[in-house]
Every structure is written in C-alpha cells, then in structure tokens.
C-alpha cells in the first residue's frame, strides 16, 4: 500500500552534478483547469508527473473531458465539460481542486465543489474566494461539505482581497475571463504561478492586464479558444535541491530554471555564504566555506515563501551560531521541527517564530513527513545526516516533487525507496 512507502537514505555524501528542474505543480495545475473555460483542444507543455496532477486530470476527467498525459504534455481533447460537480473523493487528495469554481461557474453558470483537503498546514479557508463571486453576482451556499455556486450572468465588479491569495486570484482571474465587463482584482497575488497562468489565459483570447503586480484588471469575454501553453520551471523544487548543495557541502547545477523566480531564496543563500553562479536558465550552487546563520521571515511573494521555509529550517540546523525563522503565511507549519529535533537539530518554537541554534552534525533515525515541504525538509536532513534515515510516508512527496530519489541518486545521494 502506497501509505507504507518510505525512503531510505545512508547520510554523509556531498551531491554533486547536473539536474533538470521540472515543471511546476503549482503553475500546471491552474492552467489544467483553464480547459474547463473551452470545447477547443487545449495542451499543456512542462508538466510534471506527479499525484498531484493525476488528481487534477482525474477531476477534469470526472467533468466531462477527455485526457491524455504523455511525455510530460497533457492534451485535453475537444470537448465541454458536462458536469458541474467536483466530488469529495477527488477534491479531498488536493487542496487546488477548489480552484475548478471559477471556470466552472464562468462556463456553465454553476458549480458543486466539495470543500478542499490537502496538507495539514493550517486552515487556508474559502471565504475569499465565495465573497468574490458573490461580489460578481453569484449566489452562495456552503451545505454538507460542499460549495454550490451558481449566476445566471456573471458580472465584473472591483473586488479586494482582504490577503493576496494565490488560490482566489485564480479562481477569480478564470471567473472575471468570461463575465460581462470589466473585473478590478485589488491586492491581487504576484506570483510567477499566477503569471503563468494569465500568460495562458492571454493565449486562450482573454483581455488581462497588470499581472505580476497587486492590481490585475480584466476584461470579460464573450469565449475563449483552445490553446497551446509550457509551464514554468517548479521553483521550489530548484530552491530545495539548492538548499541540498548547501546542506551536503556540495556542488549542484540546475538546468531550465527562471533565477528571476528564486530572488529570495538566492539573495538568502549567498547572504549565508554559499557560492552561486547565475545564468539566465541555470543555477550552479557550490559549497566552498563554512556558511553563516541567516534568519527569515516568510512572506507573499517577491518575499521569501513559506514553501521553503522547512528545508530553511533543515540548514540553519546545521550552520554554526543562532538563527530564527519566522512563519507569516500558515499556521501550523512547524511539524517538522520535532522531526529535526529527533535527528539532534536545536530548534525551540515560541508562536509563530522557531529558534535555530546549530549543531556540528544530525544523527539518522526514522522520521515522519506530515506535509509536502515538511517532507523534503526531513530529506535533506537524512543527505547530510550521520547514519541511516528512514522517511515515512514519502506519499507527501510524491505530491509535489517529479522522481525525487532518481534526482538525487544522479547527485550522487544513496537514497532508495522502500
């Protein structure tokens, strides 16, 4: 059974060679279910295989379109979704499924979406989400576990995100694509994702301006055609395998990344010591001296993201002298520190702030992954750590990171699953 699937990783070797960064999740997903905003066939170029994304196709799938995923290009076929309807069993594997609302109610005027599950990293409500539509002329009802929404015109308004949301911008990004006039998003997401996925939009025949900054206007179609769109590199699968070199005292070069994407976390990794040399599709990151403590504080992006927030945690437990990182974004997010605890990290959690003293080294022992991140976090702990590692319940990975072991074997890390 998939739940007993672990990884075992023998510590202690420095990674060094070349990878490919893969596609990103979060990018993919949202343009996956742009296709529900046409009948025309629509490919997806850069996706990663990962269950995350086999959920998504599987929803879509039980929306009406047909599928196909080869070779990291997913075609849906030419064709409406029928079905208004996400079920429970598909949206409860992953929280991004709730983003179907938008082009479902933009599409066919209604939408029956179970309320989402996902990692336990907090509550990430859908208030903002449903106080947008509303706002477009929709009427609401949360009953039994599932959001029904429904508008017999949808119509663009100016709508203020009381938080940058990357999930509502989406979902109201793909509502407002196909509303009668013009949507002012105020305080909007600034992600690469969400640019990613106006870059999209744009391709379908949408009218979008001022993506990438906090206000996005857009004005309503009366249709949108099919399309062909690549999906950026995975940004946070780069900025972990960045904190790997860091972590093995190694030297590591990523292929077909956006460095402008990793601003943050660069800027944090040479502040910390580590040597980088930035092209304009790759990074080579190489361990050359003892690092110095660095401490964070996560924040929306251009600001350094809450999705790296546990593999920093993983390397500031091993750099000499006190640090603190600080958690803005979700509650709840500090799971992994009693993991990295048991591997002989010093790290005390005080609210939403941990305190990081380093160690000289970690000691390998069985640890349990509760999230993504926290995941890969626990990972890089076992590649630097003295000894054998045991992570459990690597099906968290397997959501977000595209063959994580196979990369790391080609680095040369001795990781195996079991």
């Known amino acids: 059974m998939i739940h007993l699937e672990s990884f075992k990783i023998k510590g202690g070797r420095k990674l060094c060679g070349a990878i490919r960064v893969s596609g990103s999740k979060n990018a993919a997903l949202p343009c996956l279910f742009a296709s529900l905003l046409s009948d025309e066939d629509f490919f997806i170029e850069n996706v990663p295989d990962l269950k995350d994304i ?14 196909k995923f080869k070779n990291s290009v997913v075609h849906i ?5 029928a079905k208004a309807r996400a079920s429970y069993d598909l949206v409860r594997r992953m929280r991004a499924s709730v983003v179907v609302m938008g082009p479902l109610l933009a599409r066919l005027g209604k939408a029956h979406v179970s309320l989402p599950g996902g990692c336990s990293i907090g509550a990430r409500p ?8 509303e706002q477009m002329g929709a009427v609401v009802r949360v009953e039994k576990g599932y959001v029904s929404v429904k508008a017999d015109v949808l119509k663009g308004n100016r709508i203020r995100l009381p ?9 109201i990004l793909m509502a407002a694509v196909l509303a009668k006039g013009r949507t002012t998003l105020l305080n909007a997401a600034k992600e690469p994702e969400i640019q990613d996925l106006v870059k999209c939009l744009k391709s379908m025949g949408a009218h979008i301006q001022g993506e990438g900054t906090s206000i996005i206007r857009v004005q309503g179609v009366s249709s949108l055609h099919g399309t062909r769109h690549c ?42 010591g580590l040597s980088l040399q930035v092209k304009k599709n790759s990074v080579l990151a190489a361990w050359k001296k003892q690092l ?30 006190r640090s603190r990182i600080t958690e803005d974004i979700f509650e709840n997010r500090f799971l992994h520190a009693h993991e990295l605890s048991r591997m002989g990290a010093d790290i005390r959690i005080q609210a939403n702030t941990v305190f990081v003293k380093g160690v000289d080294s970690l000691s390998g022992c069985p640890v349990m992954v509760s999230d993504l991140r926290a995941g890969a976090a626990l990972v ?39």
């Open 126 to 133: 859908v208030d903002f989400h449903i106080k947008a539509f």
């Open 380 to 418: 890089l702990a076992g590649l630097s750590a003295q000894g054998q590692t045991q992570v459990l319940r690597v099906y968290h990975l397997d959501r977000g990171y595209e063959k994580m072991e196979k990369k790391l074997r080609v680095l040369g890390a001795r990781i195996s699953r079991i």
């Open 163 to 171: 938080f940058p949301s990357v999930g509502a911008t989406e979902n």
């Open 231 to 272: 999906v950026i590199p995975d940004r946070i699968e780069a900025g972990t395998f960045l904190v790997a070199a860091a972590m093995t005292q190694g030297r590591v070069l990523l292929q077909d990344v956006i460095p402008d994407h990793l601003s943050a976390v660069l800027t944090l990794l040479r502040k910390a």
């Open 292 to 321: 110095h403590p660095v401490s964070v504080k996560t924040s929306v992006y251009p600001g350094f993201p809450t999705d790296m927030q546990a593999q920093w945690m993983a390397l500031m437990s091993l750099v000499k002298g």
């Open 54 to 67: 086999r959920t998504a196709l599987a929803l879509l799938t039980q929306l009406g379109k047909e599928v």
């Open 77 to 81: 076929r030419r064709g409406g979704a």
